[in-house]
């Protein structure tokens, strides 16, 4: 969450990002440390790996790290909406996080948001024109001054040799900033010819081999086809012998998208007619990589580039502008996956360009963020009542040798994340899921229903990111639940689902649901009971898991009563060595409260029955039971309601001891540095604090001598499992005199942890300038700035738990200032 205050240049710190390879070595000369609050990537559970992906390039944005610019803006806001729908409503593998520096570095809100639903993040190595130098020096690595050379000159002759030192810094770079790996985008001539193109293919597996050592074994190097294996600039659209050798060294190949529609079967035909000598085979060639369909990801051209969550690179790409992409771009796109065929084809997706909902609309009168949406979700999700209109732009010309569509082809309009399949995020167990419904753009924050800061002109901060709901929003499914009641004369309400920005419990949104019940004069309608999944979710069998929901009633109507449950079920069947069956859950309600603002909160307790050999997932969805009694029938009810947060971790076993979640301290240290413009001042230090856990007293048992087979207290599981961790804080800041008596209930909320370019887990840099606004609902004297060294200051810091619990101030720390 932005600081509290107008938007301001926020200029991008030292090492955001790489202009030259002498940069990177003087960032490698460096002590700086290890970006620590960044989410580890957890694998989604798997589905069809014959089916292709989605990858989607996607530019700096530019409040943190954008080259181009340094200044917050209309785009960067509708860039962190447009990276959250992607990452929800399909099934990505990876986010390409591009510009044209030498090195691009995914901010850490950016790997955060992606790695929360299993998604790869992805940097950029480019080298454009001009960048001859740079590509020579990759290979050969950093040369000392001394005076060198080898001792007698070879009898035969060789290769350009290589070296490893960029392998090597680079996998430094991405471990130390915790994100996947990188595009490797030559688009310049190498000059050296097949001597220095073989060389590049061999550094690549260097560089593999690096991102595997020190990232894991999901690390990623995608070649961008573009330079052939004599050294040309020569985009050839498909995979052929041209630019084999780069695929077989990389892990996958990004297809350029100006390709005619044959060009996707030409691909794979290509690849499934090579020798398994070449794209290996675990018995006969284990010392090669693996190589699938699925690894070649074709361009789409939409809109501006972006890579988004679970999809890889795969053959043909898309531009969603068009420019030359099959379809024309835009609504036109589907026209092209249409020809890569990721569920029949195999091969994937890699779209460009898909910000074009935004940037082709954004001047016309009106248009705003919900114009935006709309026009967003009719490319990605289709329309929302069979009345709305969808145009599609007409087919360009044909390219030369094209052949046209056949009829049935393409002729109706199909929206984008039909071609892919929708994953869940990844189990509980291994990464506790939290929602507050957040597309990382709003223009309020609350604090358990407290609304505590309003920006009319909105913020943005992809870190506080999360799910929208992948089975409630766009478009809810309703059902009737089970055998509870009879529908017999009854239509299934209709309901309808929208992001709500007025009003939230954590952060800046909610989900609202809204059901209208038709009238009926059928007496089975006195009592009526619905099923609405909201989020799909991969659990393991035998795992214990918790669960919580907040929610709020927005209407009421008499003589009618409305219950709502959490409740979660199985989908489909389950997947492990031994085969596929269908798994009942077993369910507990732990409790249902009435929490602040009207909210009220469910929690259940719920685990797959069965054992198994190994470990077994089970696709399932966590949703809403909602039961209305009402006497009046005949008549239509409308019923609204907000989903405030989503909330599922692993249930400790009940003879584990309960602990108390705190902050333990607070520290404030100053900045040194001046201010060297009205419109970007110095930061006015960095607040750093502390987590912990503590214990309630038990009684001891009785211990009668050192042999006794008892503990004194149960065993603690491991600190992985249970010790507290924090999603961000909520800082707070107070300006008072020597002879006031300071209290929290005055203090001012001016911003989240997390936002920015910082990496490092509790702490929050204090920007200077910073606006103390009066907070909504309270009667503290606002319209003052920040400013330290003038009056007696403290900043109080709330924990937000990854359990989404919000801390008490008997559990927040303050520091004086």
């Known amino acids: 969450m932005p600081v509290s205050g107008n938007a301001k240049q926020v200029p991008p710190p030292k090492y955001a990002f790489f202009r030259s390879l002498e940069e990177l070595d003087e960032w490698s000369g460096t002590s700086l440390p290890l970006f620590d609050n960044i989410m580890p990537l957890y694998p989604r559970a798997n589905g069809n790996e014959q089916r292709g992906k989605l990858l989607v390039k996607t530019k700096g944005l530019s409040i943190t790290i954008n080259a181009d610019s340094s200044r917050i803006s209309r785009e960067d806001t509708q860039k962190a909406l ?259 065929a990721p569920s029949s084809l195999g091969l994937s997706v890699a779209l460009f360009g898909q910000a074009w909902t935004w940037e082709s609309e954004q001047d016309k009168p009106g248009w705003n963020w919900d114009s935006w949406w709309t026009y967003e979700r009719k490319l990605w999700t289709g329309k929302a009542n069979p009345a709305e209109e969808v145009t599609v732009p007409a087919m360009p010309p044909l390219k030369n040798g094209e052949s046209p569509c056949e009829d049935g082809v393409h002729d109706v309009f199909t929206p ?133 929901a907040v929610y709020k009633l927005e209407t009421g109507v008499s003589g009618v009563d409305v219950d709502v449950a959490l409740s979660i079920k199985a989908c489909g069947e389950s997947e492990s060595a031994l085969g596929t069956r269908v798994f009942e859950y077993e369910i507990t309600p732990l409790s249902s409260v009435n929490a602040d603002q009207g909210w009220s909160q469910l929690r259940i307790r719920f685990s797959l029955g069965g054992s198994s050999t190994g470990e077994t997932t089970q696709l399932s969805s966590l949703g809403l039971v909602i039961t209305v009694v009402s006497e009046e029938t005949t008549q239509p009810l409308a019923l609204s309601l907000l989903l405030g947060q989503l909330n599922v971790y692993p249930g400790l076993p009940s003879n584990i001891p309960p602990h108390v979640a705190s902050l333990l301290w607070a520290d404030f240290s100053p900045s040194n540095q001046e201010t060297t413009s009205s419109t970007s001042p110095a930061p006015l230090g960095v607040l750093t604090w502390e987590t912990s856990a503590s214990f309630p007293s038990l009684p001891l048992p009785r211990i009668t001598s050192p042999d006794d087979p008892i503990a004194a207290w149960p065993a603690q599981s491991s600190a992985e499992a249970w010790f507290p961790k924090l999603l961000y804080a909520n800082i707070y800041a107070l300006m008072y005199n020597a002879d006031e008596t300071p209290g929290v209930e005055d203090a001012i909320w001016i911003g989240t942890s997390g936002y920015g370019y910082s990496g490092m887990r509790n702490s929050f840099v204090v920007e200077g300038g910073i606006s103390l606004l009066l907070a909504p609902n309270t009667t503290t004297t606002a319209g003052r700035t920040l400013d330290i060294g003038n009056r007696k200051m403290r900043f109080y810091v709330q924990g937000v738990t990854e359990k989404g619990e919000v801390l008490d101030w008997t559990q927040g720390v303050f520091v004086e200032v």
């Open 416 to 548: 984008l994340v039909s071609y892919f399949q929708c994953n869940p995020p990844p189990d509980p167990v291994l990464l506790p899921f939290h929602t507050t419904f957040s597309p990382g753009v709003g223009r309020r924050w609350f604090v358990k229903g407290q609304e505590v800061y309003h920006h009319p002109e909105g913020w943005t901060d992809v870190d506080k990111q999360t799910s929208i709901g992948n089975l409630l929003w766009p478009k809810p499914l309703v059902s009737w639940e089970g055998d509870i009641m009879d529908p017999e004369g009854l239509e299934l309400p209709n309901a309808k689902s929208q992001i709500c920005m007025d009003n939230a419990w954590n952060g800046g949104s909610s989900l609202r649901l809204g059901l209208v019940a038709f009238g009926t004069e059928s007496e089975n309608a006195a009592f009526r009971c619905i099923w609405i999944p909201v989020q799909s979710l991969a659990t393991t069998v035998g795992r214990a898991y918790e669960a919580l």
């Open 82 to 340: 447009f990276l959250y729908r992607i990452r929800s409503t399909s099934g990505q593998a990876a986010i390409l996080f591009f510009s044209h520096h030498r090195v691009t570095v995914p901010p850490p809100g950016w790997i955060n948001a992606s790695h929360r639903q299993g998604v790869k993040m992805l940097g950029t190595l480019i080298f454009e024109g001009g960048g001859e130098q740079d590509c020579l020096r990759l290979l050969v690595g950093k040369l000392p001054k001394s005076r060198t050379g080898p001792v007698s000159p070879p009898t035969t002759p060789t290769s350009l040799p290589l070296s490893p030192h960029y392998a090597r810094i680079l996998a430094d770079l991405a471990k130390k900033r915790g994100f996947d790996g990188y595009l490797l985008n030559f688009e310049c001539p190498l000059v050296g010819g097949t001597e220095q193109t073989r060389a590049l293919a061999g550094w690549i597996t260097l560089l593999q081999d690096e991102l595997k050592t020190k990232v894991g074994d999901h690390a990623e190097t995608m070649w961008y086809d573009s330079v052939i294996i004599n050294g040309r600039l020569a985009w050839q659209d498909r995979l052929n012998s041209l630019n084999l050798p780069f695929f077989l060294s990389s892990s996958s190949m990004f297809s350029n998208y100006t390709w005619g529609s044959n060009y996707p079967s030409l691909t794979a035909q290509y690849f499934l007619s090579l020798d398994s000598s070449l794209t290996g085979d675990a018995s006969t060639n284990p010392h090669i990589h693996h190589k699938k369909l699925q690894d070649i990801y074709m361009g789409v051209g939409t809109a501006l580039f972006a890579s988004f969550g679970s999809v890889r690179l795969t053959a043909p790409c898309a531009d969603v502008w068009g420019r030359g992409s099959h379809g024309n771009g835009g609504f036109g796109s589907f026209k092209a996956i249409s020809h890569i």
